[in-house]
T-cell receptor, first 108, second 119 residues
Framework: SQQGEEDPQALSIQEGENATMNCSYKTSINNLQWYRQNSGRGLVHLILIRSNEREKHSGRLRVTLDTSKKSSSLLITASRAADTASYFCATDGNQFYFGTGTSLTVIP | NAGVTQTPKFQVLKTGQSMTLQCAQDMNHEYMSWYRQDPGMGLRLIHYSVGAGITDQGEVPNGYNVSRSTTEDFPLRLLSAAPSQTSVYFC??????????????????FGEGSRLTVL
């Protein structure tokens, strides 16, 4: 499979805590992207990190990329109940391939 | 702008029936794709297109056909539905293109999904 894998599969935290999700992938990439999916909805783009970047920030999101290890992490700081969703990494090589997702639950 | 529009949102088929899932985007994106989402499997790429008249297979193309006669539309056809095709289907488009130099990257814009049940 071309898919990456997210770790952990499920994560439950208290509101205000930080949430970290990891993604490992198999192929060479042009960039790696993170998406969010609320229950029953389509995916929404969160952030893109290019293969020559190591870290990127956007609001409460921090993404790192290690191309030598073929891995990325997404950190959500000061989590809110509204952050409850599934989060997916997607590799952009010749096509977009998605990981299996992390289900995040933020408890108010 | 409407973005990416998928129809129908829900469909129930009997084994052996055929149907077409429609996908249209109004953002003039060259790249369009279809995914299926199954529990524990993430999103798997079925077919994709990098421009009108050009289509290619993804990870799980068997049982599905696509065509891309216009930039806006990218329908997905199930010729003879099977229970294994019960899934949620997502269409997505992107401004990503390799037809310029340097290639332009971009995010995927998703439709709201089509839930298909094959009995």
């Amino acid at each position: 499979s071309q898919q990456g894998e997210e770790d952990p599969q499920a994560l439950s935290i208290q509101e205000g805590e930080n949430a970290t999700m990891n993604c490992s992938y198999k192929t060479s990439i042009n960039n790696l992207q993170w998406y969010r999916q609320n229950s029953g909805r389509g995916l929404v783009h969160l952030i893109l990190i290019r293969s020559n970047e190591r870290e990127k920030h956007s609001g409460r999101l921090r993404v790192t990329l290690d191309t030598s290890k073929k891995s990325s992490s997404l950190l959500i700081t000061a989590s809110r109940a509204a952050d409850t969703a599934s989060y997916f990494c997607a590799t952009d090589g010749n096509q977009f391939y998605f990981g299996t997702g992390t289900s995040l639950t933020v408890i108010p | 702008n409407a973005g990416v529009t998928q129809t129908p949102k829900f469909q129930v088929l009997k084994t052996g029936q055929s149907m077409t899932l429609q996908c249209a985007q109004d953002m003039n994106h060259e790249y369009m794709s279809w995914y299926r989402q199954d529990p524990g499997m993430g999103l798997r790429l079925i077919h994709y297109s990098v421009g009108a008249g050009i289509t290619d297979q993804g990870e799980v193309p068997n049982g599905y056909n696509v065509s891309r006669s216009t930039t806006e539309d990218f329908p997905l056809r199930l010729l003879s539905a099977a229970p294994s095709q019960t899934s949620v289907y997502f269409c997505a488009s992107s401004p990503r293109t390799s037809f310029v130099s340097p290639p332009k990257t971009g995010e995927l814009f998703f439709g709201e999904g089509s839930r298909l049940t094959v009995l």
